[in-house]
């Protein structure tokens, strides 16, 4: 067997911890050359000290000093590099066939875009990445022919209910009707309207079926995760938006589902716990042990599935507009959600400004074509100044 070379975008996040528990079990499969991390030193260290990558990476100069110093003294000759330039060096440089692309947000789709190019295995988590990239996203992995592989569970879901062979999107000759992707519903699933203006990070943040980052917890609460995954099936699975269908699974138990022509419907099932689809990404088209309990079917509650309520989820709304505009509006909806999201966790802004703000940034932004790097970087910073603009407006 020959062993795979791992990079991982974001070793020090719930998805980066969650791929290293995975490989640490499995040594003999896969060898880690490469970790990234934003500003979390001392995790980077403890994560090189144990695995050795060739390459790591902060964000800046000062945290890849402190870095440097703490490996130095154990000896440790991991390269360290630092800056948006080095992700790309540590995706190209590092003698990696697979990239795991799990930096939250915009910052993420440079170095995965060039993991892409390169013809890497791209275990995508970064869900971001493709919403504001899509067909470009998409271009690059055909130009650099290596394998995309969905790790957001729900799509990861639905590339196993494919036919086996499946890399690419489904031809007419499979005869996928329908995707369902489902939802738990987030925290605020029964919250009673009116209560929801006073909602804390705390309360945002504590998802009652997953264990996640920060950013993407709020998404779950609002449902713009769903959006965003919305979003993210179109472009990985190529059927048309009206064929992407949302349901409320409050139980995590299905994590998605594809409905054939001749009636059936398959899905996959098992706990929410990411190291199922990570371990599946890592070793397609093998399964391996993902440390994972196992599902016990007489012990799950029952399960049940609802149309989302679009009145108490505004961004999911927002997000299905945005898919059916096209061409820059996912860009624009991806990086006005980014701030709204962060003003709301570190700034006070009232968790119910999310969507009003994200509304108004689409509003201010004409469409224009995502045909370029360059065009969709600068509408994503287009965006994030007028979000920002209107922020101020509320708080002033
Ligand atoms: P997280 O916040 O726990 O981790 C994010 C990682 O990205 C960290 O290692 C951080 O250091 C790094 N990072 C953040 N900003 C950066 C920047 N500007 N430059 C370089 N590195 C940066 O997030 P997470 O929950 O692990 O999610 C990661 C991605 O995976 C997101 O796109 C999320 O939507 C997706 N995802 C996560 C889950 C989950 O269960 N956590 C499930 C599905 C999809
Ligand atoms: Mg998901």
């Not at 093998?286 to 989302?308: C, H, M, Y």
């Amino acid at each position: 067997m020959t062993i795979k070379q791992v990079a991982i975008l974001g070793s020090t996040g719930s998805i980066g911890v969650n791929t290293l528990d995975v490989i640490r079990a499995h040594p003999e499969r896969f060898k880690v050359v490469a970790l990234t991390a934003s500003k979390q030193v001392d995790r980077l260290a403890q994560q090189c000290a144990e695995f050795k990558p060739a390459i790591a990476v902060l964000a800046d100069a000062d945290g890849a000093a402190r870095l440097e110093k703490l490996l130095r003294d154990q000896n440790i000759n991991t390269q360290v590099l630092y800056g948006p330039q080095a992700l790309v060096t540590a995706v190209t440089d590092s003698g990696c066939d697979t990239v795991m692309a799990a930096i939250v947000g915009a910052a993420g789709l440079v170095p995965t875009l060039a993991a892409a190019k390169a013809g890497k295995r791209v275990l995508l988590a970064n869900k971001e990445a493709l919403v504001m990239s899509g067909n470009l996203f998409m271009q690059a992995m055909k130009q650099g022919g290596g394998e995309l592989l969905p790790i957001d569970s729900e799509h990861n879901a639905i590339f196993q209910c494919l036919p086996n062979q499946y890399t690419k999107a489904p031809s007419p000759g499979l005869g996928v009707e329908e995707l369902w992707l489902t939802a738990s519903g987030g925290p605020f699933r029964n919250t009673p309207l009116d209560q929801l203006g006073g909602i804390t990070p705390e309360q945002a943040c504590a998802h009652p079926n997953w264990v996640m980052g920060r950013k993407i917890s709020v998404d779950s609460a609002t449902m713009m995760n769903k959006g965003l995954e919305v979003i993210e099936a179109f472009w990985l699975f190529g059927l048309s938006l009206e064929k992407i269908k949302v349901f409320i699974h409050p139980q995590s138990v299905v994590h998605s589902m594809v409905r054939y022509r001749d009636g059936s419907v398959i899905a996959q099932l098992g706990q929410p716990d990411m190291r199922t689809p990570i371990a599946y990404g890592l070793a397609w088209p093998e399964r391996i042990d993902a440390g994972v309990a196992p599902l016990s079917l007489t012990q799950l509650a029952a399960l049940s599935f609802n149309e989302p309520d679009l009145a108490r989820f505004p961004c999911l709304s927002l997000a299905f507009a945005a898919a059916k505009v096209g061409g820059t509006a996912p860009t624009v909806l991806n990086a006005a959600n980014e701030i709204a999201v962060a003003a709301f966790l570190d700034e006070g802004m009232p968790y119910l400004q999310i969507p009003n703000v994200v509304e108004k940034t689409l509003s201010a932004i004409p469409v224009s074509n995502a045909d370029s790097i360059e065009s969709i970087l600068e509408i994503d910073a287009q965006a994030r100044t007028v979000t920002r603009d209107f922020i101020k407006t509320f708080n002033s």
